[in-house]
């Protein structure tokens, strides 16, 4: 009898080491695998806030009247194409002349590189166009104003005017692919 209170106290060790390995180790993993998980959760939570605070950006110039998602996908694609577009990009400089009377001189686009407007949203990709407009000096700042009320994002890069009324404009247009 001795002997099992001798040995008593070593197996209650072992018994405590058992539980603890088999049962409070994996417990303790289960418990950090957890919260490196919330980490990753958390910095996609950050991320996509960005990306709602975008979205919302986007609201203000283009109204969300439904809550029909494809009706909104098709909004948002008005303002950032997924293709260059730029027919219809020609398109609209005829309409603006043939609406308002600018009477152009000179057009030239080509595809400019990629962009990034922020490291939290992909890249974006840009056409540059080059645009001669020879008119008076209110009907050049009236398209400047419809440039910027434009549905599209156009970025006015650089823009020379003379006395003479014989202006140009740098203009960028931006797509996203939706394929990277």
Do not use: C, W
């Not at 494809?70 to 194409?81: A, D, G, I, T, V």
């Not at 056409?127 to 700042?141: A, G, N, Q, Y």
Request: charged residues 25%; neutral net charge.
């Amino acid at each position: 009898m001795g002997l099992i209170f001798k040995l008593l106290p070593i197996l209650l060790i072992v018994a405590v080491l058992y539980v603890l390995m088999y049962n409070l180790i994996p417990t303790f993993k289960t418990t950090i695998n957890l919260a490196n998980e919330l980490k990753k959760l958390e910095a996609e939570k950050k991320s996509l806030k960005v990306a709602e605070e975008f979205v919302n950006s986007l609201s203000a110039k283009i109204p969300i009247q439904s809550t029909n998602i494809q009706e909104f996908q098709k909004s948002l694609l008005k303002f950032l194409p997924a293709d260059p577009l730029e027919e219809e990009l020609i398109y609209q400089l005829y309409v603006y002349h043939k609406d308002f009377g600018y009477k152009f001189s000179g057009l030239s686009i080509g595809k400019g590189g990629e962009k990034s407007l922020n490291d939290q949203i992909l890249p974006v990709k840009t056409l540059t166009f080059s645009l001669s407009l020879k008119d008076d000096l209110d009907k050049i700042v009236k398209f400047i104003s419809t440039l910027e009320e434009n549905v599209r994002i156009l970025s006015i890069k650089n823009f020379n005017v003379d006395r003479n009324g014989n202006a140009s404009f740098n203009v960028e247009a931006y797509f996203m692919p939706l394929a990277y």
